[in-house]
């Protein structure tokens, strides 16, 4: 297995992306320093490919490309302290037929959260629910910070350690949920990167509330849940342009009712 890390365009990223074979693994994210993006982009890729594989060939042509060891790629991609965190999962459950992957997405406060563990609750497969807002609070307090600071290293921290725990997840045959905004299909893209390694189903859950819900929830919520509040209102979802089910769902029902309408819609099973 070759270990490579490379910076580089849209084009490159998207054919290592397509010629990726059963067993590599590849993590990209957009290159800045910033919240604000680039109309032309650079990419991070970080990789492990077979050697003489047409994705290390692509990778390999690249005048970025390094090779590294795997101990590096592992803390550089948040694998090394997505396995600190992994360790706190305990299974007791069904393994399910196949481990599937669903990817919450809604704003902050609606509801997404309380959602994600009625389905862990109510599903007789193994299933991990793997919460940014609780990685978010690690990583926080891992840099001597008593809250989260919702900066872009952060940010980008955070999920590099989710999308590892996907990994985890699914390599040990296990569900998995992602609850996290979401709400743009690049924020989604390496989630699926992730479960399209494993030929993992996919469905996306858009939690949604009316207005009034969402202001009542506001008057009641922590300093940082107005914070992640106000940096999401104004972002718009985006469609899922991939070929996964994208579910709607009004949190303003009672979890009961919610699960109800979930029932055979989900790659997961439910009671």
């Known amino acids: ?158 999920f590099n350690i989710a999308h590892e725990l996907i990994r985890l997840a699914l390599s040990s045959n296990a569900n998995v949920i992602l609850d996290a905004t979401n709400l743009q299909e690049k924020w989604r893209f390496d989630a699926y990167l992730a479960a399209e390694e494993y030929s993992s189903p996919v469905a996306v859950v858009l939690v949604e509330a009316p207005d009034d819900i969402l202001e009542k929830r506001l008057e009641k919520a922590s300093e940082d849940k107005v914070k992640a509040y106000n940096n999401m209102s104004k972002v718009n979802f985006t469609k899922v342009t991939r070929n996964y089910p994208l579910i709607k769902i009004d949190s303003s029902n009672g979890i009961n009712e919610m699960l109800v309408e979930l029932k055979g819609k989900l790659p997961v099973r439910l009671n």
């Open 1 to 158: 297995m070759i270990y490579s890390t490379t910076k580089t365009n849209s084009n490159l990223r998207k054919k290592v992306i397509d010629t990726r074979v059963a067993g590599e693994h590849i993590r990209t994210w957009e290159q800045h320093t910033g919240w604000e993006s680039s109309p032309y982009p650079l990419y991070r890729i970080y990789a492990e490919t077979f050697e003489d594989s047409q994705a290390t060939i692509w990778l390999s042509g690249s005048k970025n490309y390094k090779e590294i060891s795997e101990e590096d790629l592992d803390d550089a991609v948040g694998k090394t302290e997505a396995i600190k965190l992994w360790k706190s999962y305990k299974f007791s459950k069904n393994t399910p037929d196949k481990a599937a992957l669903i990817v919450m997405a809604g704003y902050p406060l609606s509801g997404k959260t309380t959602l994600s563990r009625a389905i862990v609750n109510n599903c007789p497969d193994n299933t991990v629910h793997v919460e940014s807002d609780s990685i978010r609070q690690y990583v926080a307090e891992s840099k001597g910070h008593k809250s989260p600071r919702f900066s872009y290293t952060e940010s980008l921290t955070t």
